[in-house]
């Protein structure tokens, strides 16, 4: 119930191509639904965020999709670079602390 | 200005010894969190802490002992360490316990390695 099935575990698209990540959730509880980007070394970053009452939301080149009766949600990159290689993670919130996603590594070759 | 600071940034101990990191967040945020993340980069959660008080304890050993002398710090204690222990932890804050406002702010991780 508290897990975050996150999809794929890798992906390698080229310069400007549109790599999209999934992940499904099984709590109805949850009710935000973060993306963080982390780059070796560092620590997560929070990317863009989505509450359940809107269907997608964009900034720059990151959108989120939301699926609420499929308990889905996606990560789309629009015109990746190769600054964009790095491993992203979704997540999932009510009145706990997040849980996350085991991670998607991105490569984004030019 | 670091944000969220962790001391050390490296940790290489022999198995039974006891470890101590340090987390300090200089943003004037309320909650706190220790993750730990292991060698497939799976981040979990280990504790959560609000104004200094423990409101969140997953199951973890109870070699694991965090501390909050003041909301901007939250310490990790490790008696016993074990190898499986071998892992990055990263502490983080946010504004608020749900971290709705503006997400988590994590540190950049203390990679324990032990042999």
């Known amino acids: 119930q508290q897990q975050v099935k996150q999809s794929p575990q890798s992906l390698i698209v080229q310069k400007g191509g549109i790599p999209i990540i999934n992940c499904a959730y099984e709590?109805?509880?949850?009710?935000?639904f973060p993306w963080y980007q982390q780059f070796p070394g560092k620590g997560p970053a929070l990317l863009i965020a989505?509450?359940?009452?809107?269907s997608e939301k964009k900034e720059g080149r990151f959108t989120i999709s939301f699926n609420k009766s499929a308990k889905q949600f996606s990560l789309h990159i629009m015109d990746s670079q190769p600054g964009d290689s790095a491993t992203y993670f979704c997540?999932?919130?009510?009145?706990?602390?997040?849980?996350f996603g085991k991670g998607t590594r991105l490569s984004v070759i030019a | 200005d670091t944000a969220v600071s962790q001391t050390p940034k490296y940790l290489v101990t022999q198995m039974g010894n006891d470890k101590s990191i340090k987390c300090e967040q200089n943003l004037g945020h309320d909650t706190m969190y220790w993750y730990k993340q292991d060698s497939k980069k799976f981040l979990k959660i280990m504790f959560s802490?609000?104004?200094?008080?423990?409101?969140i304890n997953e199951t973890v050993p109870n070699r694991f002992s965090p501390k909050s002398p003041d909301k901007a710090h939250l310490n990790l204690h490790i008696n016993s360490l074990e190898l499986g222990d071998s892992a990055v932890y990263f502490c983080a804050s946010s504004q608020d316990r749900r971290g709705l406002i503006y997400g988590y702010t994590f540190g950049s991780g203390t990679r324990l390695t032990v042999v």
């Open positions: 989505i509450r359940p009452d809107v």
């Open positions: 802490y609000n104004n200094k008080e423990l409101i």
């Open positions: 997540a999932a919130g009510w009145n706990t602390p997040l849980v």
């Open positions: 709590n109805t509880a949850f009710d935000y």
